[in-house]
């Protein structure tokens, strides 16, 4: 089955630096990558999906990048801001087998002011 | 719009007990997920419904587990026989699916403690 492996498990950064997570896939037939941020006490939240199709996506100060053929994706943060300090998790799923996500085992952001 | 609810929001039983664990998806989504949050396993899939189809239990962890979806909105999962392995967060998610789009949104969680 899919295999996901996320780095790093934590990161600091300081308020105003990027911050980059990397996630890489085993199935190849994957072609659905979402991006979830966990906050203490909460479920996960998407902060933003890329498809196969697309190689970069982009949402204000956070961005998607997928190499295929690498079978790596990677979140990238600007700016980063304290209320970005939480859980992310990235996920893969085949959109035509149910889309059953398989996650990474997280990162934990910290952004210090 | 509301968005995935789940109850109760915590729920402590003892070993043996059974337990039952409710997922209101948000309106109009057909697809259904249920997955568990452990500090050993991580975030994992569990079951998935869609539409009137045949669920997928391919991620269920042993027959003491068991979900149904009743007029497809409201999920229930239950757990018979609970044992202390099966302590962890219950996630529920539902998504729009039919030609997209295919994002999956979260409830908050029911935590489930096994003493």
């Known amino acids: 089955g899919e295999n996901v492996e996320q780095h790093p498990s934590t990161l600091s950064v300081q308020e105003g630096d990027s911050a980059v997570i990397k996630c890489t896939y085993s199935?190849?037939?994957?072609?659905?990558f979402p991006w979830y941020k966990q906050e203490l006490g909460k479920g996960p939240q998407l902060i933003i999906d890329?498809?196969?199709?697309?190689g970069e996506k982009k949402d204000q100060r956070i961005a998607v990048t997928l190499n295929k053929t690498a079978k790596h994706f990677s979140l990238h943060i600007t700016e980063t801001q304290p209320e970005d300090s939480a859980v992310y998790f990235c996920a893969v799923a085949n959109m035509e087998y149910g889309n059953k996500l398989v996650f990474g085992a997280g990162t934990i952001l910290r952004v210090k002011s | 719009g509301a968005g995935v609810s789940q109850s109760p929001s915590n729920k402590v039983t003892e070993k043996g007990k059974d337990v039952e664990l409710r997922c209101d998806p948000i309106s109009g989504h057909t697809a259904l997920y249920w997955y568990r949050q452990s500090l050993g396993q991580g975030l994992e899939f569990l079951i998935y419904f869609q539409g009137n189809s045949a669920p997928d239990k391919s991620g269920l962890p042993s027959d003491r587990f068991s979900a149904e979806r009743t007029g497809g909105s409201v999920s229930t999962l239950t757990i018979q026989r609970t044992q202390q392995e099966d302590s962890a967060v219950y996630l529920c998610a539902s998504s729009s699916q039919r030609g997209g789009p295919y994002e999956q949104y979260f409830g908050p969680g029911t935590r489930l403690t096994v003493t």
């Open positions: 890329i498809r196969s199709n697309v």
């Open positions: 199935d190849s037939a994957s072609n659905y």
